[in-house]
């Protein structure tokens, strides 16, 4: 039986189209990256399961995540998300390097999912965390996030970050509600499902929780918050004291990117691992309503390691969504061919010596040249040329074997000239 | 119990430093791949095991294979090694696309190995192949090889190339020595260990394979050859027909290339793969005397797949031995230190929301530049500088933040200027 030539389920193949695209993608990715002064790491493809069961719990671990006994009874897992690994490698050094941390990294990650449109077995994840920078951090993280989306050509017509913050959350939950933990836990619960929800099974559900009808109002009232604006007006009702996540606002909108805020109390994410600002950048497409990206401050990433605590705030953005952000929005650039300066064709098997070493030379010069193997005619020439993005063709025939000359034409102003073999040289 | 810090045995955390020298590596083989229009290419990090028992044989998969059963009983793999996976994708569309086809890419992989100097479980390794090019795909790939070593800075008193040619091996074997398969088979074999034995002792094992005095002779002849143009005077002595290997030696010499060369009969590498040339990139330095790269031609890339037969020839470069080979020679790069143009700080707290402008404007001028979070005095803001190489340094002082200027300080010049704001941007 021949051989499957089809990938395994939930991966794929890069051929090269698809990996220009790719490559496009990662170098905006870590130029952003750099241009904010990032510093790129990478971890191992494999940690031991044990690591993951300590930040994840045993849910995620068992269902999603490729794990195994290696040959000396180590239980490994293929990494499916960054964060453990990062906080492994900072508890190694975080003593001894000056704060904050500024790094970032695109790993491939694996996931034991059902394939499905947006979400794949193997992907990778840009991710980026600041540590040690206080609420400074959450103001860059976001600065960051939208600068990389803009890098691509989107902006706030595109998508929009949907904020929150846990601590401005435990306050109206805990202070302004007073409901117990349980009940808090419940209502967060209940708000990270609200979008999906009827309006009055919300209300009926606010009810049921927190058994009070002033308590429902106010939640409710908060509920359906969408700016920060609204925000401020509702926890003034409640409390004079300053609020960091009004001033994080606040330095967001003298940068100019109010326009890309929205305050949305659903978005909850990870209830034990974030303290701080959470957010989630959301495609304004009506028909790729989701979540390019998202993040979120937290104050203990260490404690695994029974390190002393390091905040941090981060940020994870997958390639996949973010490729059908970027269809979606038609800001994906046309990679169908490949991009090379010089052809390079011999029209008389006399000239393949020469075809060579010019082949050769302009290599030495940094252009991208390919060479066309065997004699050719002319018109197979231009027909080869033309599979690929082409600037030059060389031709070298006997006439210019003989002369040690270099025959170019210029496909954008169809010119050609014929040059000495050093004059050509000195031309590039 | 506190988990563990460390990476899984035979894996690495790269650090900041670390993957800015990998980044550096990768960068230097993907400049010069596409320089040779060669397009990036990437397969999936899991396939199923029978791709590579297909190709490789019981041995390597049982001993030297990442393999488990995924939930749905599937046997798969982390990819040792990338051949099977790029001749899995070729076996998709080489019916439709144009020849040749040049690809390279540089994937992770990973072996159950003893972790030991220069060889580790998880490492990259840079692929190249061109496919339906004849002995010209021959030339180019050791073209490509040697300028990807050359645009490290290394030169041939570094490496060399050794050279052999299944074809010529053949031809001496089967028609000059007259030796059965088997004999040949053991022949190959012996050769391989030529060099790690005493020399008595090989030719008394020569004795025993061939069973002839005078065959043994010829034999040990050319075992002994060093350079191409003895092996021509050898081969000549038999045959007067045209070898492709000449030629192929012969294009490479009028290249420039004659002083990387040297045959090596001792090369012979996969026996069921290569059909042509074989090669391998050898270091020279005496501490270090290792294989950094090797590969060949091969006819029959889409056996397995039970598709028409397409020849190829193809090169491995593992990052580890070139790292290694590139530390033997002093010629790593220092990169023990970020680099940035603009550290952005503010002496006064009255500067914060200007120098955030400041250094969001630089980033948007795709300069890279850190924002120093906090008032700082000047002295505590060099000793940030000094910490990365650093170019400009802005200060942002209550001068500043009232008239809207910015100070700048070169330090290469030591020379200090201050600027409004705008103006300052002009000059960038």
């Given at each position: 039986m021949a051989l499957s030539k089809t990938p395994y389920r939930g991966t794929r193949d890069f051929f090269p189209q698809d990996m220009r695209l790719r490559n496009y993608i990662f170098a905006k990715m870590s130029e952003v990256s750099e241009v904010y002064s990032y510093e790129p790491y990478d971890g191992p493809l494999l940690e031991e399961v044990s690591l993951y069961l300590a930040k994840s719990g045993e849910e995620l671990i068992n269902e999603q995540i490729y794990s195994f006994m290696?040959?000396?009874?180590?239980?490994?897992?293929?990494?499916?998300?960054?964060?453990?690994?990062?906080?492994?490698?900072?508890?190694?050094?975080?003593r001894e390097v000056p704060k904050p941390l500024r790094w970032y990294a695109i790993p491939n990650l694996m996931r034991y999912e059902k394939p499905?449109?947006?979400?794949?077995?193997?992907?990778?994840?840009?991710?980026?965390?600041?540590?040690?920078?206080?609420?400074?951090?959450?103001?860059e993280i976001i600065q960051l996030c939208i600068s990389i989306l803009k890098s691509f050509g989107a902006n706030s017509t595109h998508f929009d970050v949907h904020l929150n913050d846990r601590r401005i959350v435990d306050l109206i939950f805990k202070e302004f509600i007073k409901l117990d933990s349980e009940a808090t836990h419940k209502l967060y619960k209940l708000v990270d499902r609200k979008n999906?929800?009827?309006?009055?099974?919300?209300?009926?559900?606010?009810?049921?929780?927190?058994?009070?009808?002033?308590?429902?109002?106010?939640f409710e009232?908060?509920?359906?918050?969408?700016?920060?604006?609204?925000?401020?007006?509702?926890?003034?009702?409640?409390?004079?004291?300053?609020?960091?996540?009004?001033?994080?606002?606040?330095?967001?909108?003298?940068?100019?990117?109010?326009?890309?805020?929205?305050?949305?109390?659903?978005?909850?994410?990870?209830?034990?691992?974030?303290?701080?600002?959470?957010?989630?950048?959301?495609?304004?497409?009506?028909?790729?309503?989701?979540?390019?990206?998202?993040g979120g401050a937290y104050a203990n990433l260490l404690q695994i390691f029974n390190e002393q605590p390091l905040e941090g705030v981060g940020v994870g953005l997958g390639e996949v969504p973010l490729t059908e952000f970027l269809k979606?929005?038609?800001l994906l650039p046309d990679v169908s061919r490949a991009q090379i300066d010089y052809l390079v064709?011999?029209?008389?098997?006399?000239?393949?010596?020469?075809?060579?070493?010019?082949?050769?030379?302009?290599?030495?010069?940094?252009?991208?040249?390919?060479?066309?193997?065997?004699?050719?005619?002319?018109?197979?020439?231009?027909?080869?040329?033309?599979?690929?993005?082409?600037?030059?063709?060389?031709?070298?025939?006997?006439?210019?074997?003989?002369?040690?000359?270099?025959?170019?034409?210029?496909?954008?102003?169809?010119?050609?000239?014929?040059?000495?073999?050093?004059?050509?040289?000195?031309?590039?």
């Amino acid at each position: 039986m021949a051989l499957s030539k089809t990938p395994y389920r939930g991966t794929r193949d890069f051929f090269p189209q698809d990996m220009r695209l790719r490559n496009y993608i990662f170098a905006k990715m870590s130029e952003v990256s750099e241009v904010y002064s990032y510093e790129p790491y990478d971890g191992p493809l494999l940690e031991e399961v044990s690591l993951y069961l300590a930040k994840s719990g045993e849910e995620l671990i068992n269902e999603q995540i490729y794990s195994f006994m290696d040959r000396g009874e180590r239980h490994v897992a293929i990494r499916p998300e960054m964060t453990p690994t990062v906080a492994r490698m900072v508890a190694q050094i975080h003593r001894e390097v000056p704060k904050p941390l500024r790094w970032y990294a695109i790993p491939n990650l694996m996931r034991y999912e059902k394939p499905q449109k947006g979400r794949l077995r193997e992907f990778w994840q840009y991710n980026a965390d600041i540590f040690g920078a206080g609420i400074h951090g959450e103001v860059e993280i976001i600065q960051l996030c939208i600068s990389i989306l803009k890098s691509f050509g989107a902006n706030s017509t595109h998508f929009d970050v949907h904020l929150n913050d846990r601590r401005i959350v435990d306050l109206i939950f805990k202070e302004f509600i007073k409901l117990d933990s349980e009940a808090t836990h419940k209502l967060y619960k209940l708000v990270d499902r609200k979008n999906k929800m009827d309006a009055d099974k919300f209300s009926a559900e606010v009810r049921v929780i927190t058994q009070d009808e002033t308590k429902a109002q106010i939640f409710e009232e908060y509920a359906n918050l969408t700016m920060v604006e609204a925000l401020k007006t509702f926890v003034s009702k409640f409390t004079e004291a300053n609020q960091d996540f009004f001033q994080f606002y606040d330095n967001l909108k003298a940068l100019g990117f109010a326009e890309y805020l929205v305050y949305d109390p659903s978005v909850v994410r990870g209830l034990d691992y974030y303290t701080g600002v959470v957010f989630e950048i959301f495609d304004k497409h009506p028909d790729n309503r989701r979540a390019v990206a998202g993040g979120g401050a937290y104050a203990n990433l260490l404690q695994i390691f029974n390190e002393q605590p390091l905040e941090g705030v981060g940020v994870g953005l997958g390639e996949v969504p973010l490729t059908e952000f970027l269809k979606a929005h038609n800001l994906l650039p046309d990679v169908s061919r490949a991009q090379i300066d010089y052809l390079v064709s011999y029209i008389d098997q006399e000239g393949e010596a020469l075809a060579m070493k010019v082949a050769a030379e302009l290599r030495a010069h940094h252009k991208k040249t390919e060479l066309l193997f065997g004699a050719q005619k002319p018109k197979k020439v231009f027909t080869s040329a033309e599979k690929k993005e082409t600037s030059f063709v060389v031709f070298i025939g006997l006439d210019e074997a003989q002369n040690n000359q270099v025959k170019v034409k210029n496909l954008k102003t169809r010119e050609e000239t014929v040059y000495s073999y050093n004059d050509f040289f000195k031309t590039i």
